[in-house]
């Protein structure tokens, strides 16, 4: 059985930092892409980073530069390092593990989730 467990999150004052884990198991963990997706009241989940297997990083704009993902297919973990917080990153962010060994935007591309870590920076 898939599990994903977010751990870390929490609030800060902006421009501050923040990490988010994800620990993994039920699945052969170094197969599939791997994703952090953030959700703001009323809106889809947007993918932040995905990571597929071959270990090819894709962020979006708002957070390139800003933050910085990690994949430990020993430990079967998924981290997320959060620096230069801005209250637009306010969100729920999940851990979400790919269809397949590539990475995709499109929510619909995950078929496991994580049960979500808030994050919240105020100004």
């Known amino acids: 059985q898939v599990q994903l467990v977010e751990s870390g999150g929490g609030s800060v004052q902006a421009g501050g930092s923040l990490r988010v884990s994800c620990a993994a198991s039920?699945?052969?963990?170094?197969?599939?892409?791997m994703a952090w997706f953030r959700q703001f009241p009323g809106k889809e989940r947007e993918r932040v980073v995905g990571?597929?297997?071959?270990?090819?990083?894709d962020y979006a704009d708002a957070v390139n530069g800003r933050f910085i993902v990690s994949r430990d297919n020993i430990q079967r973990t998924l981290s997320l390092e959060m620096t230069a917080l801005k209250p637009d990153d306010t969100a729920t962010y999940y851990c979400?593990?790919?269809?397949?060994?590539?990475?995709?935007?499109?929510?619909?591309?995950?078929?496991?989730w994580g049960q979500g870590t808030q994050v919240t920076v105020s100004s």
């Open positions: 990571v597929n297997s071959r270990d090819k990083v």
């Open positions: 039920g699945f052969d963990f170094w197969f599939y892409c």
């Open positions: 979400a593990k790919g269809r397949g060994s590539d990475c995709y935007i499109s929510p619909r591309g995950y078929n496991d």
